[in-house]
Each structure stands twice: as C-alpha cells, then as structure tokens.
T-cell receptor
Framework: EPEVTQTPSHQVTQMGQEVILRCVPISNHLYFYWYRQILGQKVEFLVSFYNNEISEKSEIFDDQFSVERPDGSNFTLKIRSTKLEDSAMYFC?????????????FGNGTRLTVT | GDSVTQMEGPVTLSEEAFLTINCTYTATGYPSLFWYVQYPGEGLQLLLKATKADDKGSNKGFEATYRKETTSFHLEKGSVQVSDSAVYFCALTNPSNFGNEKLTFGTGTRLTIIP
C-alpha cells in the first residue's frame, strides 16, 4: 500500500537555526497537510496546501514557518529560526480529495528537538 | 470552533477485556468522525470512520457509532489483544470548512494491554 514518507525521523537542532522537514506524499494525492504534536499534547493542525498554495493555516503557522512543493513529489516544512517551543513531532499528511470523510494518510513523523 | 474531547489516559486492560474509549465533540453542522491509531514508532493510521448520524464505523474488531443526539463517537472492542496497545485519537472534519478537510484531534488515549 502506498505510504507517506517523512525524513528525517529525528532532527536535533540548536535554537535559532533553520530546519527543513521533508515529506513525500502519496503520488496521486493532491492535498497536503502538516500537523504537529508537542509531547503530551493534542495533534494540532499547522497548514494545508493545494495547487501550489496554502489553503489554510493555523495561528501557530506564523512567519517563521513556510511550506513548499519544490519538485512535484516532495512537500517541505521550513522553520526559519527555531525556538525551544518548536520541539514536537511533526506529521505530514495527504489525501486525494478533501471531500466528506476522505481520510488523511499520515507519515510516521519527524521528531524535532530544539536545544 | 470545533473541538474533540477524549477520555483521559492511560488505560491499562488485561487481554480479552472489553474496551471503551469515550469521545465527544463540538461542531457546527454535520461533521465526519474518525478514530486514528498510532502504534509505537509509527504514524497515525485511520482505524474507522462515520460520516453521518447513526452510522457505525468498524475495523479490526473495533466499532464506533456516530450519535448526534449525544455528540459522541465512543470506541469499543469486545475483546482486546496485546497487539491493540497503541495511542488512539478521536478526530473530526467539518464540511462547513469549505472543503478543506482539516482534522481536529482529541488529545489521544494511550492503551496498554497486558497478557
């Protein structure tokens, strides 16, 4: 079965550094998402992306965050200047069509640790 | 805004016990409801879903019924196995979000089954 793949599985970075989290969505999917989960807390929506543009973003997704689909297969999340509170598990997801009840397919996540 | 409230964990049961994990929601309109499961070291996987009132979602022996009158979507299994040990997330999408199927998650319930 096709999978959403995320790399790396674990990223450690120093505060203030830039990080890029990478995702390869399922090939025929058109809608892409990033979520994050701070340890012990809810899974939170960050951003959705369709047709090469952001379709919705949460309050968390401030100017430090950006997303890109650079080559038609990868979908990246960039954090420009990481803060300690950015430490979390980041999940990428994709779906073929956001129509009533279509499930999102998630990757295994990237654990980001900011020191 | 939309929200999902889930039974606090962790939950520890013996093998073959009956499982219930409570989930209630707040949403305008007619949301679709989901249970996702996260096995150790893996991403979020769709377990089951229901898209309208009184629908019952089922998979791998798990069931949940969409109850609009009580705004609930409780997860049940008649006889749990050690392999069911995982974190379970209740979630919803809301068509009133203009086609953007953003998932709103509960906090997750960690389930441990002991032999």
């Amino acid at each position: 079965e096709p999978e959403v793949t995320q790399t790396p599985s674990h990223q450690v970075t120093q505060m203030g550094q830039e990080v890029i989290l990478r995702c390869v969505p399922i090939s025929n999917h058109l809608y892409f998402y990033w979520y994050r989960q701070i340890l012990g807390q809810k899974v939170e929506f960050l951003v959705s992306f369709y047709n090469n543009e952001i379709s919705e973003k949460s309050e968390i997704f401030d100017d430090q965050f950006s997303v890109e689909r650079p080559d038609g297969s990868n979908f990246t999340l960039k954090i420009r200047s990481t803060k300690l509170e950015d430490s979390a598990m980041y999940f990428c997801a994709s779906t073929v069509s956001p129509v009533g009840g279509s499930p999102l397919h998630f990757g295994n996540g990237t654990r980001l640790t900011v020191t | 805004g939309d929200s999902v409230t889930q039974m606090e964990g962790p939950v520890t049961l013996s093998e073959e016990a009956f499982l219930t994990i409570n989930c209630t929601y707040t949403a305008t309109g007619y949301p679709s409801l989901f249970w996702y499961v996260q096995y150790p070291g893996e991403g979020l996987q769709l377990l089951l879903k229901a898209t309208k009132a009184d629908d019952k979602g089922s998979n791998k022996g798990f069931e949940a019924t969409y109850r609009k009158e009580t705004t609930s979507f409780h997860l049940e299994k008649g006889s749990v196995q050690v392999s069911d040990s995982a974190v379970y997330f209740c979630a919803l999408t809301n068509p009133s979000n203009f086609g953007n199927e953003k998932l709103t998650f509960g906090t997750g319930t960690r389930l441990t089954i002991i032999p």
